[in-house]
């Protein structure tokens, strides 16, 4: 994997869908409000090397090409020096994604960020191999995450592996929506990430170990979840896509402008 041309930087922007937003990571600062990996790692960043300047302009349910036409002009126009671009796993979610036209279209924004002289930081999908339904895109998702390596060997981008991460296959760190992370699932993604940039913290020595063993699930008590997550989730997630709408409609970006951090 390439490492970052450097250890601190003086302005970052994150863009993406709800996985960088920050769902199911509540901010108990801000009510209503969410954290998030990458508000995490920012945190980081400003700890290495103070004076950093930082953006988030995730906006959850958005498609591949949205945040390419939305949130990559507004990232080039703050002229960053660090940019993580994750984006695509809403689209990988819908039968009949093309992986490969995906990533083409990622690529094309990675090498314009490259070019402008900003470090990338992508990151692949995690294996949905224990999910029931959501593991049906096992398949595209693998593909894509091959093309994500392949990006970055061209391009000098870095990569957070998410696939290969066993700690994030422990339910226990997945919000009930089986979608979005919680608080301890964003802190140890932070971390993760922070690791592949090279940035050194001070409290990262517990990420990458496996919560303690879970006590097994009644069987009734299983089927009882997966019928709540069907009823709570899957079908709410179904009628928008019927309805053409997503969850992110009239949202606008949490941290719309690059502003220092403490």
């Known amino acids: 994997?390439?490492?970052?041309?450097?250890?601190?930087?003086?302005?970052?922007?994150?863009?993406?869908?709800?996985?960088?937003?920050?769902?199911?990571?509540?901010?108990?600062?801000?009510?209503?409000?969410?954290?998030?990996?990458?508000?995490?790692?920012?945190?980081?960043?400003?700890?290495?090397?103070?004076?950093?300047?930082?953006?988030?302009?995730?906006?959850?349910?958005?498609?591949?090409?949205?945040?390419l036409a939305e949130q990559v002009p507004v990232a080039r126009a703050a002229r960053p020096d660090l940019v993580s671009l994750v984006a695509g796993g809403n689209d990988l979610l819908r039968p009949g994604a093309d992986p490969d036209r995906l990533a083409a279209a990622l690529e094309e924004a990675v090498a314009a960020f490259r070019a402008d002289g900003a470090d990338v930081l992508l990151a692949t999908g995690v294996d949905p191999r224990l999910t029931p339904i959501i593991r049906r895109t096992r398949g595209r998702v693998a593909v894509f995450n091959a093309s994500l390596w392949s990006i970055a060997a061209r391009h000098g981008a870095v990569v957070l592996d998410q696939w290969g991460a066993g700690w994030l296959l422990d339910w226990r760190l997945w919000d009930g929506d089986r979608i979005h992370l919680t608080a301890e699932g964003h802190r140890r993604t932070a971390l993760a990430a922070a690791a592949a940039l090279g940035v050194p913290v001070a409290d990262d020595g517990d990420w990458r170990t496996p919560l303690p063993p879970a006590p097994p699930r009644a069987l009734r008590a299983a089927v009882a979840e997966e019928a709540a997550w069907v009823r709570g989730f899957v079908a709410p997630w179904v009628a928008r896509r019927v309805r053409g709408r997503s969850s992110g409609d009239g949202r606008a970006p949490k941290r719309p402008v690059p502003l220092a951090l403490p």
Request: glycine share 10%; charged share 25%.
């Open 1 to 67: 994997m390439p490492a970052p041309s450097r250890t601190s930087w003086r302005r970052y922007v994150a863009l993406g869908d709800s996985f960088t937003e920050g769902l199911a990571d509540a901010d108990p600062d801000r009510p209503g409000a969410h954290r998030g990996w990458a508000d995490r790692l920012a945190d980081h960043l400003a700890a290495a090397g103070p004076g950093l300047e930082y953006a988030n302009l995730a906006i959850r349910g958005r498609l591949l090409h949205q945040v």
